[in-house]
């Protein structure tokens, strides 16, 4: 049969309080803690009962006198009810009950690593791009980003050490200064439009076979209209998309010669017009070809690395050279082409960026750095080795031995993935004779 809380309270109240049988220490101390409140409540009588069980009067007049605890609805224990929203909440507060605070919060975590130095995040270079800005005539100013010049003249200097592919097999650098000058013209517009879509070593290598493979004197406007379309495309086929580029150079030739008299536009307009030559095209080939910088020659690499440095947030490269003409410098338009594709040939690789070379993650300059710190990793593996070791009695001491030797191997494994091992040999000897309490 189920009994109630009240029943078991008050069955522990009269063994507790009962001479006959002998009462355990654990249930005297359960059940004075559980009438604590109750002997301070005013019930001497109970507290006494609770001290004095050897007197068997005392006792059973104290239980008779005694309220009962039914009486105090306080010390019952508490019924799960139901609570809605218009049941107050029931703060218990105590002053006795000792809380441990663990080391896992909050407050405890900020004290350790006040103590132990927390280490500080280095903070990211905010972006800064450039920014239009109304002055006070209500004309609109562009301001450039902020520090640029420092960025540039940094690229400046990490350019001047390492060579890259452009410095000499750039498209501007390819033709033959034997020829003459219109001829020369046309090999740079050709070499433009091998370039798309290829490295630059792959560019001059197909420059260079059709330099030698077409007749005398070579790489011409009449050899390149005289030539088969298949045999062009079997000379450039190292070039990507050399089918739609042997089309191109092919209506190319024949533009040049019908509007041109056998020379190549000018003008950037006229430039764009022909087949396969875009606005990066053209303005390289006015810079290269006729000595004019009219724009910014703008390819994949300029527009990935100046997005990169945060000067502008662009879709495109055509939308990355209207923003730095906006601001840059007239007379770093030419330079910037062949020094940011340098750069992104050498150090900013589209694919495995080498920030921890480069000056600009150093200096806090690129808000796109990724270094990696140079961490070391220490694995330990202890082995022990005992070649022979006694413990002998002599003259009523213990003593050791023969010799003990230790070996310790040690791994470091750095950031960027090289494992250095290391060996380390420590022996230790005893001499014979020795106490081991002196060891």
Request: hydrophobic content about 35%; charged content about 30%; some cysteine.
């Amino acid at each position: 049969m189920r009994t109630s809380r009240i029943a078991q309270e008050t069955s522990k109240l009269s063994q507790a309080i009962s001479p006959n049988k002998p009462t355990s220490r654990h249930q005297i101390r359960s059940f004075a803690n559980s009438l604590s409140g109750f002997a301070a409540a005013g019930s001497p009588a109970v507290a006494t009962s609770l001290t004095r069980q050897d007197d068997d009067s005392s006792s059973l007049s104290s239980a008779s006198s005694s309220t009962d605890i039914e009486d105090h609805p306080h010390l019952l224990p508490s019924r799960k009810r139901k609570r809605d929203i218009n049941t107050p909440s029931t703060i218990v507060t105590s002053a006795s009950i000792s809380t441990r605070t663990s080391p896992r919060k909050r407050g405890v975590k900020a004290e350790d690593e006040s103590a132990e130095g927390k280490i500080k995040k280095s903070g990211k270079v905010k972006r800064q791009p450039a920014k239009e800005v109304v002055n006070d005539a209500g004309e609109v100013e562009i301001h450039p980003p902020a520090r640029w010049d420092e960025v540039y003249e940094a690229v400046r200097e990490m350019r001047k050490r390492v060579l890259a592919p452009v410095d000499t097999m750039g498209c501007e650098s390819l033709a033959d200064e034997g020829l003459s000058e219109r001829d020369q013209r046309f090999q740079t517009l050709i070499a433009l439009m091998l370039s798309s879509q290829t490295k630059d070593t792959t560019t001059a290598a197909t420059i260079h076979n059709l330099q030698t493979s077409l007749p005398s004197p070579g790489l011409t406007l009449a050899n390149i209209l005289a030539v088969d379309p298949a045999t062009l495309n079997t000379l450039i086929y190292a070039v990507g998309f050399h089918n739609n580029k042997t089309r191109y150079i092919k209506a190319t030739a024949v533009i040049l010669h019908e509007q041109f008299h056998d020379d190549i536009p000018d003008t950037v307009d006229g430039l764009m017009s022909l087949p396969g030559v875009g606005p990066k095209m053209a303005y390289l080939c006015m810079s290269a070809a006729w000595g004019r910088t009219e724009g910014i020659g703008v390819d994949v690499h300029v527009h990935r690395i100046t997005n990169l440095w945060g000067w502008h947030k662009t879709r495109g490269p055509e939308e990355t050279r209207k923003s730095l003409e906006a601001w840059l410098p007239r007379e770093r338009w030419h330079e910037i082409n062949h020094l940011l594709v340098g750069f992104g040939q050498t150090i900013c690789a589209p694919v495995g960026r080498r920030c921890g070379e480069c000056v600009l993650a150093e200096r806090g300059l690129c808000p796109s750095a990724v270094v990696e710190r140079k961490r070391g990793v220490k694995r330990g593996v202890k082995r022990r080795t005992k070649k022979e070791a006694e413990v002998r009695e002599e003259g009523g001491e213990l003593t050791k031995g023969e010799e003990e030797e230790v070996l310790v191997k040690e791994e470091e494994v750095l950031a960027d993935g090289q494992v250095v091992k290391r060996e380390q040999e420590v022996v230790v000897k005893v001499e014979e004779g020795l106490p081991i309490s002196e060891i």
